[in-house]
């Protein structure tokens, strides 16, 4: 009986041991790989390594670009392109004033000959009756002398052609000459004052409608100024006219004059303040102001231009007040002159283009207008084409030699 026990243990002993053996076996067998873990998205990402060296980290600090060797030599250093300098415009020599209206004579009578010469052939018939002083008055009205100065005019020829009774052409050229003379004026102060005899620096308003070459004639001004030896400042109170300022700025950097300006639609009384002011700090000879061209219709523009004029003589009188007409708009310009004499007390009188027309007429007309004298002509678009008016010189353009 033990026996059979023994040998039933034994059998189950070896049975349990193969058993065993079969599960170890079967455990033992390559099992397939996981399944790929997704990453996380959220963990930094992991740097790059390289070999064996990227298992330990490197602790040595990180070189800049300058520092690493990059393949082909040494970086290129790359220069910048050099900045041009801005050079200051050149400062010109304006032609000095002296004797320009004579030099600008051939100019003038190019287009105020007609009215000389016609007045001469008619003055040269052998009978000058009623008919023939009539011809010499509409010579006379076409080109815008004007009616009352037209008449007065006429009457001394005829007394005087009465008187003379043989008439050579010399002798008639004369006669004529002496009469426009009269009419021109010989005996009036035309010289733009620029230096009164108490103070630093004289001030000059310039002002007329927009078209007749008001800033043109300014920046004009200023170079007749710098030619008699003068130092300008210019104020450009013209603020409401595109591009105004930048001409005026333009005119003034080529003889060396400083240019006050404000911005684009500001206040131009407040312009003409600081220009003035300027001026004074700079100890400048002559302060040339540029007013908006204002159109002579406009109640409340004209209005402004006497505020210009107020706030200016806050700091001193001005010495000049130039008004600017253009010469081919002949007895219109009359209307624009009263209207501006109105508001400012205008001093002398800038007849522009008068290269451009045969109604040099006008200078007599405008003087007996407003009262005041022509004091500087424009005769064409040439920077030194603004000249002192000078009465004989002007004559003599007319009649022709």
């Known amino acids: 009986m033990e026996t059979i026990i023994l040998a039933v243990v034994i059998a189950v002993v070896v049975l349990g041991a ?10 033992r067998k390559s099992l397939p790989p996981p399944p790929p873990k997704a990453p996380d998205i959220t963990a930094p990402p992991a740097e790059p390594h390289v070999g064996e060296e990227a298992e330990t980290p ?4 990180r070189r800049t670009i300058e520092e690493v060797d990059l393949p082909g030599g040494p970086p290129v250093a790359v220069e910048e392109p050099p900045v041009p300098a801005v050079e200051a415009p050149e400062i010109e020599i304006p032609e000095p004033t002296a004797g320009r209206l004579v030099r600008l004579r051939t100019r003038l009578s190019r287009s105020q000959n007609a009215l000389g010469k016609g007045l001469l052939t008619l003055l040269s018939r052998e009978h000058l009756d009623d008919d023939t002083w009539e011809e010499i008055e509409d010579t006379l009205l076409t080109a815008d002398v004007g009616v009352l100065p037209t008449q007065e005019l006429v009457e001394n020829l005829r007394e005087r052609v009465k008187v003379l009774g043989t008439r050579t052409p010399e002798e008639l050229r004369g006669l004529l000459r002496e009469e426009l003379l009269k009419l021109v004026g010989t005996d009036v102060d035309r010289t733009v004052k620029t230096e009164p005899a108490d103070r630093k620096p004289g001030i000059v308003m310039v002002v007329g409608v927009n078209g007749t070459g008001k800033t043109t004639t300014t920046g004009k001004l200023a170079r007749v100024l710098v030619a008699d030896g003068r130092t300008v400042v210019l104020g450009a109170a013209d603020t409401f006219r595109a591009a105004a300022a930048d001409q005026l700025q333009t005119w003034g950097e080529r003889v060396g004059a400083y240019t006050v300006r404000g911005p684009e639609g500001g206040d131009p009384a407040s312009v003409a303040f600081d220009s003035v002011k300027e001026g004074k700090e700079m100890g400048v000879d002559v302060v040339l102001i540029d007013t908006a061209g204002r159109l002579h219709t406009k109640t409340g523009l004209m209005d402004e231009l006497g505020k210009v004029k107020r706030v200016v003589e806050k700091h001193a009188p001005l010495d000049e007040v130039l008004l600017v007409l253009d010469a081919t ?73």
């Open 329 to 401: 708009t002949g007895q219109n310009g009359l209307v624009q002159a009263r209207v501006f004499a109105e508001v400012v007390d205008i001093t002398g009188i800038v007849l522009t283009k008068l290269d451009g027309t045969a109604k040099g007429g006008i200078v007599v007309a405008v003087q007996r207008e407003l009262g005041v004298p022509v004091k500087l002509i424009g005769l064409g678009e040439g920077p030194d084409d603004l000249a002192p008016f000078e009465p004989e010189a002007f004559v003599d353009a007319l009649i022709g030699d």
């Open 58 to 61: 490197r602790d040595e600090p």
């Open 18 to 27: 193969l058993g065993g053996l079969i599960v170890g076996t079967r455990r």
